[in-house]
């Protein structure tokens, strides 16, 4: 199998690299044993690693901006990060394994394929651009509760539950120039009109993600349920985050992965957390009602009480850490 | 004089009778209080470093000059003919150097001669699962054989399917071969005493239908082979746990003399019971190399040995126990269902825990083996028993519940000193001993029958969590049996060479058989040298399998180094004037009454000269059976509001006669435990509805991490076994995998009251399960 492969030094260069049908990559960790297996195909391949614009993370006035290539390492160690925004960390850090982290970028985290077994597997599902999604009636354990619409795949990110807890903005370049995103809008649920699991036009690179400002009594954390302790994806997981004011929870912020195709915010729980005390009985007492609109499949009913309990474990976490 | 003598050979429940040519023994068994100084002691792998520095050459790792590559095209249908193959789009690519299907197969010579088990043949028609074997491309590389793979057209007639293997049990379900889905065309089954009875005579009965998902080995090696032509020789590097086997096989396909097959598995990356023989891929690649005279490399990608590489098989089982108000069992009845897949040659053991475990007048078993349009069983370490004790032991608990007893006293109240199916005495039976010393250890009375009012309240929940305890029961083989030969060879610098065609699986064969050597020849370790795994290389020695490789092989070598010792003492005496009676060897030093000499010091005085000492295994003994036994204790965490299931201590104590070094017999044991904590919590291949595999890979398909790995505590009885044989040893390789599953479920239960049918016990399992009981279903 033949292909060529640039190696781009600027984002400009990089952008108009990208033409007929040319694929970036950076840490390649998904993208380059993809392409072995025959999964993914390209004849020709755009190397982001020389481009010094997209690396490093900058703490400036304004926040925090982080680079595309910063590793998901790189992320978990940084010190502001691991200070004020922890639960940013705290995801990059349970995302994959050691040896993925080193490598894998937050731009091709975000950027991801989805990992649905079907997808990946092979079957013409609507990701592939066939009519059905195989999941929904099928081996659905995995797949998402809430926020679907004809595919039911999960967002397989971390981080972008982080994220969005913030209010990361994402900035884009394309061919028509720069753009800004919430983190939150650029995710989104595929349908059979446009199977795309996120936002990004053909011609668009994430260059850097802006975490703004927090305030010094913010409290954040990341509790990922897996299959087992380490190296999957989450079954459910939720980023929270909140501040303190005078003993009580305010701007609280609920994003749940691994229920939806995007990162889920659930509004209710977060005004319902919000002006609680906080203290042990009254945020673990609390039955929120988490993923109370649920749409359950034959066998993820299971998500809703994980998805409560990994709230529960966050809110546990939190007060441990006080 | 050697003779030929009929001798009883078990493996993995299996009993034959087979031929064994043996000598008389230069050796008797060591003593059970014998102080060794070699044996016994924490010896570092003697291939420890060029493992670790990656220098150790698996079978993945030869690359050869102008070697071809070989590839499988599968099958994307569960059940269909082959209407027709065209592979000429496929053979225009240049590269291409031939291509291998069902119908052009009968093209080369002796293949008919080739029978794979229940008449599977090299290319199945009509193919029987979604993964089997269409056809194999070969090219000069890689990349070429896949693009060739993808041009070939291939039209199916589709048939009927079954997933399921009660269904496929049934007489209307689609038929898998000419004689039914039934491995042997029928259930085995067994009787003794009458279940009726026994039933009747009972006081509590306890029933339970339990399933367990299918495990994939999941070597990290995928199988392999390189086959490599010279004209003359067929050298083939095989990951096996069996070069001897291979050797026959390839000798038998090509039609040549044993001797001009060469068989070399230096490395083995991982076998778990799959890498038994010869591979269909092994042969293939000897056919192409012998017809190319070119090198040819066939390595499984990770997708085909996930799907096509074996499992261990999903089972159902039907299990009822009955016992009197004393605990006493009075019946156990169990039917159970293996899904076998598309081919296997036999019916996994399941029902052996419940036929040999306890001491009950009264048991029946009917075991189907059923052929389903899934992927292939594959004996996996313990096949049957770790399925089987999951099934038994939970169902004990629950006895144990219902009469307001401990269960461990309820174990011992039905342990057996004898061989429960024949009365026989064992050769050693440590089980007892195991059942005291693993409670003691993690202090099973205070934890399991303390604080308590009553036994089935619930342990009180700290922070989300539940904490249990279990534990689980341990009976398997591991004898080993002969044929095994061995030559010890010394040189006159005083170092000596272990030559024997057994293979090192990962388990410390090598560094145990130094370690024998040393001893019986009275030489410090670093001066024994060990040359196994090539055919070429030394005498004949069986598979490693069924935990027998050190009790079969390691008796010969010792035999070996005890006939070498003999002839050394004979040259010392000649030299030294002394009688062979009056000489010690201790240490590499010749020691008399008068005078200490090295064993280099005396062999310098002649030249040119070797000493070799050959060394057969001998029979068992016919009166006895011989088992390994053993029990885990388990002390796990479960998250009752996510429903995480944290393994945090395993106590594993087990009978497996004398145990040759402690570090090799303590990471056997970490490794079992890891491997059944898998099964019972998180391994499990998943079949879409038309049997396409949905995880064939290691990202979906989860095994346990070290961060998922427990204190896992070895407390081995260490009692040798003097009448199995001259070490006095038992196998060890897989009682550890059989009871830790069982233990975790019980494990569970006493944390949160709820019994697992099911294995694996996912979160999904254990939160619907604690709604289920909220709501108070």
Not at chain 2, 144 to 149: F, K, P, Q, V
Not at chain 2, 591 to 616: F, P, Y
Request: with cysteine; glycine share 8%.
């Amino acid at each position: 199998m033949s292909f060529d492969i640039a190696f781009p030094q600027t984002i400009d260069e990089a952008v108009s690299a990208n033409e007929n049908g040319a694929r970036w990559f950076a840490g390649g960790t998904d993208l380059i044993p993809e392409f072995k297996s025959g999964f993914v195909r390209a004849t020709r391949w755009v190397n982001l690693k020389r481009v010094h614009e997209l690396r490093g993370i900058r703490v400036t006035n304004e926040g925090v901006h982080i680079g595309a290539l910063a590793t998901l390492a790189e992320i978990a160690e940084n010190e502001t990060i691991r200070k004020n925004y922890r639960a940013l960390a705290q995801a990059c850090s349970l995302s994959a394994s050691p040896q993925i982290r080193n490598v894998g970028t937050i731009g091709g985290n975000l950027n991801q394929d989805s990992r649905c077994a079907y997808y990946r597997s092979g079957f013409p599902c609507l990701l592939r651009g066939g009519e059905k999604c195989f999941m929904r009636d099928g081996e659905n354990r995995e797949a998402a509760v809430i926020g679907y619409r004809d595919c039911v795949h999960v967002h397989p990110s971390d981080p972008a539950n982080a994220l969005v807890a913030f209010d990361a903005r994402i900035v884009v370049r394309g061919r028509e120039g720069e753009r800004e995103i919430s983190a939150q809008e650029l995710f989104r649920a595929p349908d059979t009109k446009d199977t795309r699991i996120n936002v990004l036009n053909a011609d668009e690179m994430i260059t850097e993600i802006v975490l703004p400002r927090v305030p010094e009594n913010t409290r954040s954390a990341y509790v990922k349920a897996m299959d087992r302790a380490a190296w999957t994806f989450a079954l459910a997981s939720v980023a929270l985050k909140f501040e303190i004011q005078n003993s009580k929870l305010e701007n609280v912020c609920v994003v749940l992965g691994g229920v939806a195709p995007i990162p889920y915010r659930e509004f209710r729980v977060e005004k319902a957390l919000s002006g609680v005390e906080w203290n042990e009985e009254s945020v673990t007492q609390g039955d929120y009602a988490v993923l109370g609109d649920a749409q359950p499949l034959a066998h993820n009913r299971y998500k809703i009480r994980l998805a409560r309990g990994v709230l529960k474990r966050a809110l546990r976490e939190l007060l441990a850490n006080e | 004089m050697p003779k030929l003598v009929k001798t009883k050979v078990e493996n993995e429940g299996r009993v034959t009778e087979e031929y064994a040519w043996v000598e008389e023994p230069k050796t008797t068994p060591w003593d059970v209080e014998e102080e060794l100084r070699v044996v016994g002691k924490p010896i570092a792998r003697v291939d420890g470093v060029e493992r670790v520095t990656g220098a150790a050459k698996y079978t993945t790792d030869i690359q050869l000059p102008r070697m071809v590559h070989g590839n499988y095209v599968r099958s994307p249908h569960p059940h269909a003919r082959i209407v027709s193959i065209d592979t000429s789009e496929a053979e225009k690519i240049a590269g291409v150097r031939g291509i291998i299907h069902s119908k052009n197969i009968a093209n080369f010579a002796n293949v008919a001669n080739i029978r794979f088990a229940n008449h599977r043949d090299f290319f199945n028609d009509p193919v029987r699962f979604v993964g089997d074997e269409v056809a194999a491309v070969f090219a000069d590389s890689m990349e070429i054989a896949r693009a060739a793979a993808q041009k070939i057209r291939i039209e199916y007639e589709l048939l009927p399917f079954v997933l399921d293997a009660e269904a496929a049990a049934q007489p209307d379900a689609p038929q898998l071969t000419q004689n039914g889905n039934l491995v042997d065309g029928k259930p085995s089954t067994y009787a003794r005493g009458d279940v009726e009875k026994g039933f009747a005579d009972a006081a509590v009965i306890v029933e339970g239908v339990f399933t367990t998902g299918a495990q994939v080995h999941s070597a990290l090696e995928t199988h392999s082979s390189v086959a490599e032509w010279d004209g003359k020789t067929m050298t083939i590097y095989e990951s096996s746990q069996d070069v001897v086997g291979v050797q026959n096989r390839v000798a038998k396909l090509l039609n040549l003399d044993a001797a001009r097959v060469r068989v070399i598995a230096s490395y083995i990356g991982g076998a778990f019971g799959a890498k038994f023989g010869a591979g269909k891929f092994t042969l293939l690649g000897a056919l192409m190399s012998n017809k190319l005279r070119r090198p040819v490399r066939f390595v499984l990608d990770r997708k085909g040995e996930q799907i096509a590489a074996g499992q261990r098989s999903a089972t159902k089982q039907y299990l009822k126990l009955g016992a009197k108000k004393d605990g006493t069992l009075t019946a156990i009845q169990l039917t159970n269902y293996n899904n076998v897949g598309a081919y296997a040659s036999w019916n996994p053991y399941t029902e052996g825990p419940a036929r040999e475990l306890y001491a009950c007048e009264n048991v029946q078993t009917t075991s189907y083996g059923v052929f389903t349009n899934t992927p292939p069983f594959a004996a996996f370490r313990a096949p049957g028993f770790v399925e089987g004790i999951f099934a038994l032991e939970a169902l004990m608990d629950e006895l144990a519940a219902k009469l307001k007893m401990d269960p461990l006293a309820l174990r011992m109240k039905n342990y057996s000193s004898v061989f429960p199916e024949n009365g026989r005495g064992y050769t050693s039976n440590g089980l007892l001993d195991a059942y005291q010393e693993g409670a003691r250890a993690i202090g099973w009375e205070e934890k399991k029958n303390g604080k308590r009012e009553t036994r089935n309240e619930k342990r009180e929940t700290r922070n989300g969590i539940r904490r249990g305890i279990g534990m689980a029961s341990q009976i398997w083989y591991g004898a080993g049996a002969p044929p095994s030969f061995a030559i010890v060879k010394i040189s006159t610098d005083a170092s000596a060479t272990i030559l024997t065609a057994t293979q090192d699986l990962g388990t410390g064969t090598k560094t145990i058989l130094c370690q024998i050597a040393a001893e019986e020849l009275g030489f410090p370790i670093e001066r024994i040298d060990v040359e196994i795994a090539d055919t070429q290389a030394g005498p004949f020695a069986g598979a490693s399998g069924g935990s027998m490789t050190a009790s079969s092989i390691g008796p010969a070598v010792r035999e070996a180094a005890a006939d070498a010792r003999q002839q050394l003492t004979q040259i010392a005496a000649t030299i030294l004037k002394k009688r062979a009676k009056e000489i010690r060897i201790e240490n590499g030093i010749v020691k008399t009454r008068d005078s200490e000499k090295s064993v280099a010091e005396i062999l310098k005085e002649i030249d040119n000269m070797q000493i070799l000492g050959h060394g057969s295994r001998n029979p068992n003994p016919s009166e006895y059976e011989i088992r390994t036994f053993g029990a885990q204790f388990v002390e796990v965490a479960v998250d009752v509001e996510t429903g995480e299931v944290r393994v945090e201590r395993v106590v594993a104590s087990h009978d497996s006669g004398r145990i040759l070094n402690p570090l090799t017999v303590s990471s056997q044991i970490e490794g079992g435990v890891l491997q059944s904590m898998g099964f019972a919590l998180m391994e499990q291949r998943v079949l879409d509805a038309n049997g396409a595999s949905l995880n064939a890979n290691l990202e979906g398909y989860h095994i346990p991490t070290i961060a998922d790995t427990p204190k896992i505590e070895t407390h081995m009885i260490d009692r040798a076994d003097p009448l199995a044989n001259n070490l006095g040893v038992k196998g060890v390789g897989e009682p550890p995998i059989i009871p830790t599953a069982g233990a975790i479920a019980n494990a569970i239960y006493d944390a949160i009251g709820v019994r697992f049918y099911d294995a694996p016990i996912t979160r999904d399992k254990v939160l619907d399960a604690l709604e289920r009981m909220e709501r108070g279903d």
